[in-house]
């Protein structure tokens, strides 16, 4: 047992209490390239302590034409000299390496981003091929169509129109509409296919709108042309995906009042959608005093069918649930869950085969099978490194005697205090 993993308790099956988000990791990213290429004319207003925020924050500081200062740590450290070549170690944040291959590109001068030996595995070459087309010069460094990546920034744009794959991951239709009103022609970008994670890019353009960035949506094609971004602060709202953790929390519990400050029901986050989800196990969410009251109604569960293809970063949570209630749904959208911080489908299939219950792929469709179920009396979770699994197993705690989660830190990626706000509400002990 390592010093870095938890074990979680719950002596009641309660779960009261008032939790202050951190801010959307999400939302941050964006507004933090926004702000470093408006040339500090746009001002974050609210950054979280995610660490994939805290990273992008550190390296736009050091790469920004304009002086930038979040009074962030230092301990980024990410940036290195290697050969005469600048190294930029983005960690495992995903959209940090997409959003920073876009902004890189544009900016002068010369630099190698990496991340960690998952983020290798990542695909990027359908951002990388929109890029060259634009007239961008970036080369592989280790494997072609995956980080890390040498990036020659400025270039002189080729063209304004670009076809783009839409169903592979949104991030890269993110990263091009981010630098679209710096180019001197503009961006009219074609998606190709379905769009996976549609919420994103409508976050995307709502917060270059708030920026004064204008654009048209017609059919698949979204244009920017060239422009200025206004004299502008950008708020950004509570984390609606750790947000998530809580619903689920609240849905294992027998009984269950929380209270989530900064939580509105307008919001920028499709993740927002758990308040629909979670309304479907006896979850309330009821919005005043400028946050939103969950409370458990229980009720029985009726719906058996859950799309997450606007909201993947909730899959993992909802199937946990559903697993621990022994619901019987079939889940799709679940394709881009493959590419991300872990495998998630076969990490969900491995941590939910310890208490009896498969997760059955056929074709797109998968079919949570809980014939075979049985509660431990105690379990040992694996992570894979994402904090996702990490948080969506937590609540398990409510129903399985002692759960230990495998390397605690894990979480600090979106949710950092999501142990220390555990314990807020009764769970313990947080040691081993
Ligand atoms: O743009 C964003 O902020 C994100 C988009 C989604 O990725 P995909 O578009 O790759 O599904 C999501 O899973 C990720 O956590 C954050
Ligand atoms: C997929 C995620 O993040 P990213 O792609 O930014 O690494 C996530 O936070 O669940």
């Not at 869950?337 to 009896?356: D, S």
Request: charged content about 20%.
């Amino acid at each position: 047992m390592s010093s870095n993993n938890i074990i979680l308790t719950k002596a009641d099956k309660t779960a009261n209490g008032t939790i202050q988000l951190t801010g959307s990791k999400s939302e941050c990213n964006r507004a933090l390239v926004i702000e470093a290429l408006s040339g500090g004319r746009v001002k974050v207003k609210n950054l979280s302590d995610a660490a994939d925020t805290v990273t992008l924050a550190g390296i736009l500081k050091d790469h920004s034409p304009s002086t930038i200062d979040h009074g962030q740590s230092a301990d980024h450290g990410l940036s290195t000299i290697d050969h005469g070549l600048k190294t930029v170690n983005i960690g495992p944040a995903g959209t940090a390496m997409r959003f920073l291959t876009a902004y890189f590109a544009l900016q002068p001068g010369e630099v190698i981003l990496t991340g960690t030996e998952r983020m290798k595995q990542r695909p990027i070459g359908i951002l990388v091929d929109a890029l060259r087309k634009l007239g961008a010069n970036i080369t592989y460094a280790e494997k072609d169509g995956y980080p890390p990546l040498q990036i020659s920034g400025g270039f002189e744009q080729q063209t304004n129109q670009i076809s783009i794959k839409g169903d592979i991951s949104s991030q890269y239709i993110t990263a091009l509409l981010l630098i679209a009103a710096k180019l001197p022609q503009g961006l009219e970008l074609h998606i190709e296919g379905e769009l996976t994670s549609r919420p994103y890019v409508e976050m995307t353009l709502a917060m270059l709108k708030q920026a004064g960035i204008q654009h048209s949506w017609q059919g698949n094609v979204i244009s920017i042309a060239n422009q200025e971004f206004s004299e502008t602060s950008l708020p950004v709202e509570p984390d609606w995906s750790a947000a998530s953790y809580w619903y689920a929390i609240a849905a294992l519990a027998d009984e269950a009042e929380l209270f989530l400050p900064g939580l509105t029901s307008y919001s920028l986050q499709g993740d927002s959608v758990i308040t629909e989800i979670m309304a479907n196990f006896g979850i309330t969410s009821q919005f005043k005093d400028g946050g939103v009251y969950l409370k458990k109604e229980p009720k029985p569960i009726q719906r058996k069918i859950f799309d997450m293809k606007e909201c993947p970063d909730l899959a993992q949570t909802v199937i946990v649930v559903c697993a621990a209630l022994g619901h019987e749904a079939t889940f799709t959208g679940l394709e881009t869950l493959k590419i991300k911080e872990t495998n998630r489908v076969a990490a969900l299939q491995n941590e939910l085969g310890k208490m009896g219950v498969k997760l059955i792929e056929k074709g797109l469709v998968y079919k949570l099978d809980c014939s075979e179920k049985f509660i431990p009396e105690r379990i040992f979770i694996n992570t894979y490194e994402d904090h996702r699994m990490a948080m969506a197993f937590a609540p398990l705690a409510l129903v399985i005697p002692q759960l230990e989660i495998e390397d605690a830190r894990v979480v600090e990626k979106s949710y950092p205090a999501f142990w220390q706000d555990l314990e807020k509400v009764g769970f313990g002990p947080l040691t081993p």
